[in-house]
Each structure stands twice: as C-alpha cells, then as structure tokens.
C-alpha cells in the first residue's frame, strides 16, 4: 500500500504539475491571440468623392452618403420604403394644423463626446441652422419653416411651423436634420461631432474617408471596427477592385451591364433595388432658346429615352417623366409625356426659329452615367438638327461651372443624377441652378404641400408633378436603380436607397 500510495501521489503531482503549465500555455495563447487579433474592417467603393464633411455649407450627396445615420443622426430616418422610423426621437406626435411637432426623445441617446442627445441639444442645433448664412438653398428652405423650437423638459421638443408641410419631416430626416454636439467648437467641413455608431477618423479629399467605431455608441454596437469609403473615377477600375477582393462592397455599380462578372454567389452577392436618383438631362431656362416651350418639347421628342436607358445603363432602371420616382407617394408613370418623335421635333424647332440649327454647350460630371448620357443624348439631337457640345468636368469643376455658377450662364444643358428625396420641390425655387422660375408650378406645389388633409396633398403632388411634365421643364431619362454588389460573407443591405445615406447600421459580416 506504501508503494502504491506513493505512486498515486506522484502522478497526481505530475498531473497537477501538466494542468498547470497547460493553463499558462492557454493563458499565453489567449494574450497572444488578443494582442495580435486584426480589427474587423469593410472597404466600400463609391464613384462621387467628397471634398468635405460639411454636409450643410456643400451640396451634392456624397458628404450625406458617408455622415447620415452612420456619424450623424437624426429625429427620424428613413428606412428602405421610405417610411420615416424612430431614431433619437422614439416617439413624436402632429397637431391636428400641422403646425407642431413634438418629439420624445431617447433618454438614452449621447453624442460621440459623451454628452446627451437631449431638448436643449436639439434646440441648439436649430439655432445654429438658423444662423448659417452659409447654408444650402435646399435646407434653408426646410430651416426657415420653422416658426420656433422649445425644449418642453430634458427628453421632449416642440416644433412650431410657420405653415404647414408635407415634406418637412422627411426632410429632416435627410442632412438638415443631422444633429451635431452643442459643445463642438472644431471645422464641421475636418471633423465630426455626431451621435451616431461611428465617428470620422480620416478624410482624404478625393480620394477616401475612413470612419472608426465609437465604442460608446447608445444604440446597437458597430459591427466593424474600422469602415473605408474608397473612391474611383473611373467604374471599370472599381469593378476590378472588387474582383480582386481589394473592396468588400460596391456601393452602387456604375456599369451595369458588367453585372454578369459578379455572378458567382460562392464569392458575390447582387441586391437590386431603386433609388430617388432622378437621371436628368437639365436645362438651363435662362438661355434664350431653351426658355422657349416649343424647342424644350422638341428635345424632349428627339431623344428615344427607353432606348437610352437600355443602351446606357443596361436595362436597369425605371423610366420617368417628371421629377418623381417609384418610391415617392405621389410617384405616377408619366414618361409617355411628350413621347419620342423626331419628325415633330423638327417641327417644333422650326416654328420656334431654329430650323436652321442650334448649339447648345453641355458641360457634365465625369461619372459614367453622365458620360454615357451625354455622348447619346448628343448623337440623337444632332438628327434634328442641334449641336451639342459636351465637356466633361470633374466634381469640383462642374459644380463651380454648372450648380453654382455666378449669373447661372456657364452652361445650356447638363446631365446629373438628383439623388435628394423626394425633391419634386427643387423646381420651385427660381434661383436652382435650372432657373426654371414658373410661377404656376410653384403655386401647384406650395399649395400640395401646405393642404393638412394627406391625401389630397398627394394627389396635389400629382398635378404638379404632370405640370412639369407637359412644360418640359427638363428631360427625364431614367431613375437609377439601386445596384449593391457585395463580398457573399456582407449582409444587411438595403433593397432600396430612399435617403442619401449608404447606411451602414444593419451592415454585418457573416
């Protein structure tokens, strides 16, 4: 028994002794795999750069793209129908006039700096709109509908409106209702201060913007450590990134009949969805020639559209005829307006005096949509008769040429997508850089807009949609649809792209 004992004894200890040593090899492992571990990263590419994160000093949608939802939040946000959920106010309530609003706020909502999302917060940022003599045209519209903003105690906000409107809560889901921290003294267009799961860490003008994963985030934590928005002048160049596996998602193909290279579902994922991206071939109405009913109605016969979206973009997309989409309310298929007739085109030419031709300059962004817009939009004119000059631009130089050219004489027609929601209304600003100015379709749409019953603000909407159409204001040539391609390990895309935002938040990596 002595012997036996003994042995027993020194096993234990050797076994005790291997526990042992086995648990401070699991321990050195477990610090090892920990200190080593890579952060979980998405690369998305994007075919419009951002020259910078100010999103209420700058227009286009490529600062909204990245901030909204994402770095900055709003009361409400859109989801992909288009219907507007709880975001920092969980509930809010409508007077019977349309004329108040009041939010319940989250009470759990805090800014990246970890300050409260409270009332005082949101009436801050209102003022601070207000007092913006840099801000847009489109949000200082939404802005000074706002009669007064009162904070009704910590978690509850009353806005009053000077008239009723339809479209205002939808707008303040958008970039004009992103609340930034009232504590933030930094440059908006170089830094972030939003409420939102991620918060700016890099800006490269033109080339990418990185956002980093704010660990304190109130809501459901980011699924990615790290998110890149890499972007590409040129599509073909993108497509092969993404073959490569150099990007994880392509934010939205810009050469649609390339979609058969992604048909591999072992390695890529296609979503396809729409868009509120309005493809319009605008036209300036203080040239001479183009303020006149007759030649706007004869461009818009010259150009066979159902034939250009399938030449262009492959087939994709919806065609329109008047500046509403298929997920708008208000949306009816109006693109037999003014149907495609180059004979009456002529015509029309003709009795308006340019029987003997017309030139026309066309200045465009340099993204394919425009491109190949342009060169076919061009092809068809020059059949009835009118030359047009095309010049392509990058980003920065056509919005200083075209959007925000001084006098508004830099160019006759462009072509570029209208990605804002719903923004029917952008035709009844005189000073828009079409400079359409018809005073008839701004009483149609200011009078849908204020009527406080919704269903005949709807069919308000209609009529003023249909007057666009018959007055040519532009040419529609087709809505986008909305072309995700991802890695098959990426879910949680959305269908449909109802608001600026290439919204991150439900993204996820298998």
């Known amino acids: 028994m002595g012997n036996a004992e003994s042995r027993w004894r020194a096993k ?4 005790r002794l291997f526990a042992v040593m086995l648990g401070m090899t ?17 690369t998305v590419g994007a075919s419009w750069a951002p020259t910078s994160m100010d999103a209420w000093n700058n227009s286009g949608a490529a600062i909204p793209q990245v901030l909204l939802y994402n770095v900055y939040e709003t009361l409400v946000k859109a989801d992909s129908e288009g219907n507007l959920r709880p975001l920092l106010a969980q509930t809010w309530e409508v007077s019977a006039d349309q004329l108040t609003y009041t939010f319940h706020l989250n009470g759990a909502a805090k800014f990246a700096s970890g300050n409260p999302v409270d009332a005082a917060a949101v009436v801050s940022n209102i003022a601070r709109l207000k007092a913006d003599p840099g801000l847009t045209e489109d949000k200082l519209e939404q802005v000074n509908l706002i009669d007064s903003v009162t904070a009704l105690d910590p978690q509850k906000v009353e806005v009053k409106l000077t008239r009723p409107s339809m479209m205002w809560l939808y707008e303040m889901s958008s970039s004009v209702g992103m609340i930034v921290d009232p504590a933030f003294t930094g440059d908006l267009a170089r830094a972030t201060a939003g409420s939102g799961p991620y918060t700016l860490e890099s800006f490269d003008p033109d080339q990418s913007v990185t956002l980093a994963k704010n660990a304190g985030y ?65 036209l300036n109405h203080k040239t001479k020639a183009l303020a006149d009913l007759r030649v706007r109605q004869a461009l818009t016969m010259a150009i066979d559209r159902k034939a250009l979206r399938d030449t262009v973009w492959a087939g994709q997309g919806t065609l329109i005829g008047s500046m509403t989409v298929p997920t708008d309310p208000w949306y009816e298929d109006l693109s037999g307006t003014n149907p495609y007739n180059p004979t009456r085109a002529k015509e029309l030419l003709k009795q308006a005096g340019y029987g003997n031709g017309l030139t026309l300059r066309m200045p465009i962004p340099s993204v394919n949509y425009a491109v190949k817009s342009a060169q076919f939009v061009a092809s068809q004119l020059k059949q009835v008769g009118v030359t047009v000059k095309v010049e392509q631009l990058d980003n920065t130089s056509w919005l200083q040429k075209v959007f925000n050219a001084p006098g508004g004489n830099g160019y006759d027609l462009t072509v570029v997508a209208h990605v804002e929601p719903h923004d029917l209304g952008r035709f009844a600003w005189p000073n828009y850089y079409w400079h359409y100015g018809s005073a008839e379709f701004g009483r149609l749409y200011y009078a849908a807009d204020s009527t406080v019953d919704q269903t005949q603000a709807v069919a308000g909407m209609k009529v003023a949609a249909q007057y666009l159409a018959n007055d040519a204001a532009a040419v529609w040539l087709f809505a986008l649809p909305n072309l995700v391609i991802t890695t098959s ?22």
């Open 218 to 282: 109130w809501g459901t934590p980011p699924r990615y450590d790290e998110v890149t928005f890499r972007y590409y002048s040129d599509a073909n160049a993108m497509n092969t990134a993404m073959l490569s596996g150099d990007l994880d998602i392509i934010s939205n193909l810009q050469t649609p009949e390339a979609l058969g290279q992604f048909s591999d579902t072992s390695r890529f994922t296609t979503t396809i969805g729409t868009t509120n991206g309005e493809v319009v071939l605008g």
């Open 12 to 15: 234990s200890v050797v076994v």
């Open 26 to 42: 699991l321990a050195v492992s477990s610090v090892g795999c920990t200190e080593t571990s890579e952060p979980v990263t998405l």
């Open 489 to 510: 390990e990426v879910t949680g895309v959305a269908k449909n792209a109802t608001s600026l935002s290439f919204d991150l938040t439900n993204i996820t990596s298998r």
